[in-house]
């Protein structure tokens, strides 16, 4: 399989707007990215006001406008990683998907400027890329797939 580089059209399942709901930490969630940018929140009112946006746009804009928890910056790699995985745990189709991917490269390519969880212009730390890879691995060595 060739090198997944953006996660748009076909491959847009593994985008954190795709909608795939799931339950992270005893709250079900529309989308990944509905769980991660409720994990920001400094308090309850703000995680349930992300929680509730409509669209997973919509979860991203409240998440930039709450007060970020204090640890944030610390934590939100080992955040993502933890609502990925229950998102993966639970929706085998998905997880099934991930697997036949084989070893591929995964990149999230964006051209909204995210050279943090993606690149631009192939360049940037591809953090969202990063772990999904890391899961597929995981989900490997569990069997997921398997015959």
Known sequence: MKDI???RGPTRWLSNFHVE???WQGKVYKTSEHAYQAAKASNVAD?????SASTSSGAKNRGNRIKLRSSWNDTRLDVMYSVLKAKFAQ???I???LVETGDCHLEEGNAHGDVFWGTVDGKGENHL???LM???QELKDEGTGAD
């Open 5 to 7: 580089l953006e996660f």
């Open 91 to 93: 929706e085998k189709l």
């Open 95 to 97: 997880a099934l998907r």
């Open 21 to 23: 709901e799931f339950e």
């Open 47 to 51: 995680h349930e006001y992300v929680r």
């Open 134 to 136: 890391q899961i597929r």
């Open 129 to 131: 890329g990063k772990i």
